[in-house]
């Protein structure tokens, strides 16, 4: 059973840098891909970044440069490092697990960029 459990996130000054952390408690250590959406309040979810099972990784075209996705197959987790953050990352990003069986989900963590 996936059980995905974010952490990381949190208030930051606009320029700052957080890490978001989402470790697969349930250890399904195969998968397709694993990364990270994010939603804002009235916004439709969008992918910020994702790396597959082959270490390849996709970028949203406003993350490039600033935030590296990376795992750890050891921990079954994937963290996301996020670098000069702007007011306009604001929002809730939730991990995600994609299996040949389904995509699975956490419960999301804030991240507020703000002055």
């Known amino acids: 059973q996936v059980r995905l459990v974010e952490s990381g996130g949190g208030l930051v000054q606009p320029g700052g840098s957080l890490r978001l952390s989402c470790a697969d408690s349930?250890?399904?250590?195969?998968?397709?891909?694993m990364g990270w959406y994010r939603q804002a309040p009235g916004q439709e979810r969008e992918l910020v970044a994702e790396i597959t099972s082959s270490g390849t990784t996709n970028y949203a075209d406003w993350v490039k440069d600033r935030f590296t996705i990376s795992r750890d197959n050891a921990k079954n987790t994937v963290y996301l490092q996020m670098n000069s953050l702007k007011p306009d990352a604001t929002a809730v990003y939730l991990c995600?697990?994609?299996?040949?069986?389904?995509?699975?989900w956490g419960q999301g963590t804030q991240v507020t960029v703000s002055s």
């Open positions: 995600y697990k994609d299996l040949e069986y389904g995509t699975f």
């Open positions: 349930g250890r399904i250590f195969r998968f397709n891909a």
